[in-house]
């Protein structure tokens, strides 16, 4: 069992940044495929990036290219989303996401992760 806990949200004005984190529980982080997801009211949760088991690759929303990265610290069992020049368009709560898997392969789908956090609330406003 693999339990994920995000924090690192808040009110942002736009132009701003933020740093997500999402700290694991479990020994075996290091072989979970990560990914960071988001839902704003009254939409579906989506994809928003995503980073093989051994960081070696990674996965944007085409929404948030250059202007997001995801990173992770297997040491200390942490992946961590940093948010930069943010825009209205990205409230929204923010939830981090496991998936065990070795391959080098980032899902983005929402029924391709097995655990899930809390969720953290970011909010930028217009």
């Given at each position: 069992q693999v339990q994920l806990v995000e924090?690192?949200?808040?009110?942002?004005?736009?132009?701003?940044?933020l740093r997500l984190s999402c700290a694991a529980s479990g020994r075996t982080f290091s072989t979970f495929v990560m990914g960071w997801f988001r839902q704003a009211p009254g939409k579906e949760r989506e994809f928003v990036a995503g980073i093989?088991?051994?960081g070696g690759s990674t996965s944007?929303?085409?929404s948030v290219k250059g202007r997001f990265t995801i990173s992770r610290d297997n040491?200390?069992?942490t992946v961590v989303?940093?948010?930069?020049?943010?825009?209205?368009?990205d409230?929204?709560?923010y939830f981090c996401a496991?998936?065990?898997?070795r391959s080098g392969v980032v899902v983005t789908t929402t029924k391709g992760y097995a655990y899930w956090g809390q969720g953290t609330q970011v909010t930028v406003p217009s």
């Open positions: 924090s690192g949200g808040g009110l942002v004005q736009a132009g701003g940044s093989t088991w051994s944007y929303a085409d040491a200390k069992n989303l940093q948010m930069n020049s943010l825009k209205p368009e409230t929204g709560v496991g998936r065990p898997s």
